[in-house]
């Protein structure tokens, strides 16, 4: 049976890596009893997009056009949406009344109840009511009968989403008698949507006074929840989700010691320092650190240590023994935060099947929920420890599993720090030594004014340095890195200025000695090459090489820091492909209600991918993947097509060319501020928008404009213009900052070509 499994989409605050871990186990689940899988999915930091987990892999929008237009080329069987999230709930019902396919493993009715209910309502009326409440997530196998799998207890209010409150399994506050009224509660529930052989996790608030309880939300497939669960020593629930589908037999519970498990959210209000940081019905926590332990104070100490929340922790007694070679531990990132999330989970997952296919046995140390399951996803990841990144710990681990190696290259600058300490305990650190990883360290420098951006991806066993890709920022300089739309192989730079910027990265990689990956940041200004940032180590940017040009980055890297030489494994410098990958990100703007411009500090959660045969479809794809599409642009709103202009006075002559170009093909263009008088100079007609004062949100009008263009430099320039990006944030309509993104957009509108789907095998065979 072919079975098409609609996977994961950018993170965001809602949708974390727990779904992305979902997807991989549940792919390899399918495969193992003989299913063919094709997965689609737009996030190129997604685990379950590495080749091993299906037999055909689509990074394309998670659209209601291209889950068709797969569908159509695929013919699957089936189409299972229940490990994507809520997104793939609401995508696999679109396709239904798109095509007539229907979802697999859940009902289109009970679809539409799910997809009906609002979570965040509820909380605000619960909250508002009297009664003291306590909230629970109830997780129920539906099968022929119904098997309570677990019940995770909230320990904030009433009111608060529970993916921003500390929580505990099993939960310890709750009688035998609540536990019973919450579990039939959950039952009901689950009835009354009709949902039939998979998990469900119900959302439920108890009034402890009076044993009354109110639904909150359901949610059939896989949660926050169920992969809290997974961490308790029962069966993993991914796959007794399938087993469930499948009407199989549920499978052997897992063999590891009963334990306390307690989810400690992680927040970024220090990075959103004017964001309202008071908590509620909607989910404001873009990480978490998870703790295990038989009890419960045990499990909240490590929760709390892993988040760096500060409470005071004992140190770890390591147990001695006799080290072996056999073993090496690989330290992740600990938990997710704005900077360090999904993208080194990832590579840490590719670090482990590397050391496993090398005869190794790798111990993967880290304290995220999502991170750790990703990669235990596979089985050769046998080993894991849920345990804060700190040396102690990771000291502690090794002593424990008796490793006398560890790997430090994937797990950020958390555990690049480490480094020394590990070497000066006699732990040895592969590949990069740890003198040359604190060079690399203090290279750190701000980019020029009006600079160009560029991210370079490489590989180098100390003698030779391998370019694996070079992205190009669509962004000027002084925007971070990990927020900086791109675009790969470079579409605007000359090819003699690329090959100056991969000369000067093989200078430094075999300048530092590096055995492994690089990634590297420079910016462009004049003809002068600044070096922004060397992190010997895969960054935000290896994942999205990899995905974008087939090369296994972190596979090569880990064998090379075994030993082996690039000309030993083979590894030449690949061509520049033929496609075109362009990156675009998603932002918590909307939902911590802050001015969307972006700085110099990294604000995205999370990007989405584009590949197509031209920079303007690959960016167009890009945009899709994010929730804009260019292709139809108002017709949901059955107003006029229309663009907002205000650009900075150096960005004049780009909004004349840029209005002449809309205006052909069918735009009527507005105009504001100091933009109307070069349009006026330049007899293009033009609606005024207005002067435009800092309060004036009013003119970006939803229901007249799909899109606006604003650009601003200085702070006065940011100051006024903060409206028209809120009021683009509010209408959901893409706002363009830098000219450069604007033309790929007006390009793709010019270009009317219909968009295609194509695989990453195919994409690749063109390439060879």
């Known amino acids: 049976m072919k079975i098409l499994v609609l996977g994961a989409g950018p993170f965001t605050i809602d949708e974390g890596g727990e779904l992305d871990a979902a997807v991989a186990k549940g792919c390899l689940a399918l495969r193992a009893r003989g299913h063919e899988v094709v997965v689609v999915s737009s996030s190129p930091q997604a685990a379950s997009n590495a080749p091993a987990f299906a037999d055909r892999t689509y990074l394309e929008p998670l659209d209601v056009d291209a889950v068709a237009a797969i569908s159509a080329l695929e013919k699957p069987d089936r189409v299972y949406p229940l490990l994507g999230g ?75 989403h529970p993916a921003d409150s500390i929580c505990v399994c099993p939960s310890v506050s709750l009688t035998e008698t609540e536990r019973a009224a919450l579990a039939s509660a959950g039952e009901a529930a689950a009835a009354e949507i009709g949902a039939s052989h998979t998990v469900v996790t119900i959302e439920l608030a108890l009034e402890r006074s009076s044993g009354r309880t109110e639904v909150l939300d359901i949610a059939p497939g896989i949660s926050r929840a169920t992969a809290l669960l997974s961490r308790t020593g029962d069966a993993d629930v991914s796959v007794s989700a399938i087993a469930r589908l499948l009407r199989e037999p549920m499978p052997a519970p897992s063999t590891l010691a009963p334990q306390y498990v307690v989810r400690w959210p992680r927040f970024a209000f220090e990075t959103f ?103 235990a996803s596979n089985p050769p990841a046998s080993r894991e420890r849920l345990a804060p990144v700190t040396l102690e710990h990771v000291l502690a681990v090794c002593a424990e599993t008796k490793a006398r190696r560890a790997v430090v290259h994937v797990g950020g600058d958390a555990a690049l720090r480490l480094a020394a300490g590990l070497t000066a305990n006699g732990v040895e650190v592969l590949g990069t030594s740890p003198e040359a990883i604190a060079r690399a360290l203090a290279i750190r420098a701000a ?265 601003a430099r200085t702070v006065a320039e940011i100051a006024r213009t903060r409206a028209l990006r809120a009021g683009a944030q509010a209408a959901r309509i893409p706002c363009f900052t830098t000219v450069a993104l604007a033309k790929l957009a007006c390009a793709a509108l010019e270009d009317g070509a219909p968009p295609t789907v194509r695989s990453l095998e195919a994409w690749y065979r063109e390439d060879a």
């Open 447 to 711: 980019a020029p004014d009006d600079a160009r951006g560029f991210d370079v991806e490489a590989l180098g066993d100390g003698k030779r340095v391998v370019i694996a890709g070079v992205m190009e920022h669509l962004e000027p300089a002084f925007v971070h890195g990990g927020d900086a739309a791109a675009i790969l192989p470079p579409s605007q730079a000359e090819p003699e200025l690329v090959a100056r910027i991969e000369d000067r990265v093989r200078e430094l990689a075999l300048d530092l000695g590096v055995r492994g990956c690089l990634a590297v940041r420079v910016a462009v200004a004049g003809s002068e090459i600044h070096v922004l940032a060397v992190e010997p180590r895969a960054g935000r940017t290896t994942a999205f090489v990899a995905r974008a040009t087939g090369v296994p980055i972190v596979a090569i890297a880990t064998q090379v820091m075994l030993g082996k030489s690039l000309d030993a494994l083979g590894v030449a410098q690949r061509p520049i492909p033929r496609h075109v990958a362009a990156r675009e990100r998603v932002f918590p703007f909307a939902r911590l209600g802050i001015d969307p411009a972006l700085r110099a500090e990294m604000r995205s959660t999370g990007e989405a991918i584009g590949i197509a045969d031209t920079p303007a479809r690959a960016y167009a794809k890009a945009l899709r993947g994010i929730g804009f599409d260019l292709a139809a642009p108002n017709a949901r709103r059955g107003g006029t097509r229309g663009v907002l202009l205000d650009v900075t006075e150096e960005d004049r002559n780009a909004a004349i060319e840029l209005a002449r170009r809309l205006r052909a093909i069918g735009f009527e263009v507005h105009a504001r501020a100091a933009t109307r008088a070069a349009l006026a100079a330049s007899r293009i007609p033009f609606v005024d928008a207005g002067e435009g004062s800092a309060n004036d949100a009013a003119t970006v009008d939803g229901s007249t404009l799909a899109f606006a263009v604003v650009t």
């Open 86 to 160: 809520r997104p793939a709930l609401a995508l696999a019902l679109a396709l239904h009344e798109r095509t007539g396919v229907s979802p697999w493993g859940i009902d289109v009715e009970t679809l539409r109840r799910v997809l009906a209910i609002d979570a965040a309502a509820r909380r605000r009326e619960v909250l508002a009511s009297e009664g003291s409440w306590t909230t629970v997530e109830v997780v129920l196998s539906i099968g022929e009968r119904v098997a309570l799998a677990g019940i995770v207890e909230s320990l904030d209010r009433s009111g608060v």
């Open 273 to 375: 320092r004017d964001a309202d940081a008071s908590l509620g019905p909607e989910r404001k926590s873009v990480g978490d650190a998870v703790g295990t332990a038989p009890t419960v104070a045990g499990a909240l100490r490590v929760a709390a240590r892993a988040a760096d929340d500060g409470l005071a922790f004992p140190r770890p007694s390591p147990t001695a023994g006799a080290a072996t070679d056999v073993r090496v531990v690989v330290v992740g990132a600990g938990p997710a935060r704005i900077g360090s999330g999904a993208e080194l989970a990832v590579s840490a997952h590719e670090a482990v099947q590397a050391l496993h296919a090398a005869g190794l046995e790798p111990v993967y140390v880290d304290a995220s929920l999502s991170a750790a399951i990703r990669v």
